[in-house]
């Protein structure tokens, strides 16, 4: 029996989803749900349903875990309590400093209905916060650090585009190479928030607009672009469009640590991701813990999780017996 999945929100990341289930025989998409009207999205598996999102409760019986698509400024802290109170849910829940709050609403809500709720589910948070914790783990004298890029950040495109006289913009975050070479060569360096990355942006200006201002406004940019050393290359919506239309993106978690009585001998632990499709690659992540989330709900088990909380066999197709006999 497979496990029938429903997409809530259908942009990147729903599309992303429908892709991965495609990809893992144990799953079944049974359902897409839209705030847009259902007539005019088309999906790409034949005879799955188009439905509004008021209409997801009716479903409460037929989707055994519900992937959560929507964003994580408004969508996501109203959406995953609401909908943990039908379904075993999983979201990408990503505003870091946000998620014990995230956390507490979700599990209040999840215990009450007897599903499972798991959280912030991506590379980071996700697969980078798992990195960060086993590396901690086992090197308990020593430091973090995780740089991002180089990769297409879609919430400050979305800031740049903004500004007045902006036609349309990308935005890189791109690692100090040099910054990146002490960490791994074992330095153990102090790094501000300008020390570990630069900001790379690729803008298409309306015809007539005042080039000037809008470089200031992109560099001055509070929360965005005031703290990081910021490159502005103006270019025609053509150079765009052929040279910077995917989502790229990954990063480096890394740990330098040490051991021996006085701590004389230094180890490095270093996980990196570089990823053609930031979002497909995402909602790869999400279709694994879709998979977790139901056996962990089959045991019995509720309430809000993260990845912290979810063990590995739980996220493979493989039985705990192939997994000793071929990945052990």
Same mark, same amino acid.
């Given at each position: 029996?497979?496990?029938?999945?429903?997409?809530?929100?259908?942009?990147?990341?729903?599309?992303?989803?429908?892709?991965?289930?495609?990809?893992?025989?144990?799953?079944?998409?049974?359902?897409?749900?839209?705030?847009?009207?259902?007539?005019?999205?088309?999906?790409?598996?034949?005879?799955?349903?188009?439905?509004?999102?008021?209409?997801?409760?009716?479903?409460?019986?037929?989707?055994?875990?519900?992937?959560?698509?929507?964003?994580?400024?408004?969508?996501?802290?109203?959406?995953?309590?609401?909908?943990?109170?039908?379904?075993?849910?999983?979201?990408?829940?990503?505003?870091?400093?946000?998620? +014990?709050?995230? @956390?507490? =609403?979700?599990?209040?809500? /999840?215990? $009450?209905?007897?599903?499972? &709720?798991?959280?912030?589910?991506? !590379?980071? +948070?996700?697969? @980078?916060? =798992?990195?960060?914790?086993? /590396?901690? $783990?086992?090197?308990?004298? &020593?430091?973090?650090?995780?740089? !991002?890029?180089?990769?297409?950040?879609?919430?400050?495109?979305?800031?740049?585009?903004?500004?007045?006289?902006?036609?349309?913009?990308?935005?890189?975050?791109?690692?100090?190479?040099?910054?990146?070479?002490?960490?791994?060569?074992?330095?153990?360096?102090?790094?501000?928030?300008?020390?570990?990355?630069?900001?790379?942006?690729?803008?298409?200006?309306?015809?007539?607009?005042?080039?000037?201002?809008?470089?200031?406004?992109?560099?001055?940019?509070?929360?965005?672009?005031?703290?990081?050393?910021?490159?502005?290359?103006?270019?025609?919506?053509?150079?765009?469009?052929?040279?910077?239309?995917?989502?790229?993106?990954?990063?480096?978690?890394?740990?330098?640590?040490?051991?021996?009585?006085?701590?004389?001998?230094?180890?490095?632990?270093?996980?990196?991701?570089?990823?053609?499709?930031?979002?497909?690659?995402?909602?790869?992540?999400?279709?694994?813990?879709?998979?977790?989330?139901?056996?962990?709900?089959?045991?019995?088990?509720?309430?809000?999780?993260?990845?912290?909380?979810?063990?590995?066999?739980?996220?493979?197709?493989?039985?705990?017996?192939?997994?000793?006999?071929?990945?052990?």
């Amino acid at each position: 029996m497979k496990i029938r999945i429903g997409i809530l929100g259908y942009g990147n990341l729903g599309r992303g989803i429908e892709c991965a289930v495609k990809q893992n025989d144990d799953l079944e998409l049974v359902a897409v749900f839209t705030r847009r009207n259902p007539d005019t999205v088309k999906i790409l598996t034949e005879g799955v349903k188009v439905c509004a999102v008021s209409d997801a409760p009716k479903f409460k019986d037929d989707i055994d875990v519900m992937i959560l698509c929507g964003g994580s400024a408004t969508d996501l802290p109203e959406q995953t309590p609401e909908y943990v109170k039908y379904f075993n849910v999983i979201d990408s829940f990503d505003t870091h400093a946000n998620i +014990p709050k995230h @956390f507490d =609403l979700v599990d209040t809500a /999840a215990k $009450a209905s007897g599903n499972v &709720g798991i959280i912030s589910v991506g !590379w980071d +948070p996700g697969m @980078f916060s =798992l990195n960060r914790l086993y /590396a901690n $783990a086992i090197l308990s004298d &020593g430091e973090d650090y995780t740089f !991002w890029g180089k990769g297409v950040s879609q919430g400050h495109s979305d800031a740049i585009r903004r500004i007045d006289g902006v036609k349309d913009a990308r935005q890189y975050t791109v690692p100090v190479e040099a910054a990146l070479e002490a960490v791994r060569n074992g330095e153990n360096p102090e790094l501000g928030t300008r020390d570990k990355h630069t900001r790379e942006c690729y803008v298409v200006a309306e015809e007539g607009a005042d080039l000037a201002r809008i470089e200031n406004e992109i560099k001055t940019m509070p929360n965005y672009f005031a703290d990081y050393n910021t490159t502005v290359h103006f270019i025609s919506e053509e150079e765009l469009n052929k040279n910077h239309s995917g989502i790229p993106h990954g990063g480096f978690v890394i740990r330098c640590g040490n051991t021996g009585v006085n701590g004389e001998n230094k180890h490095i632990i270093e996980y990196s991701l570089k990823l053609d499709s930031n979002p497909e690659f995402t909602s790869s992540v999400l279709v694994a813990y879709a998979r977790a989330a139901y056996r962990m709900s089959k045991e019995g088990q509720s309430g809000c999780k993260t990845v912290f909380d979810v063990a590995p066999a739980y996220l493979c197709r493989q039985s705990g017996e192939e997994l000793r006999a071929h990945l052990l």
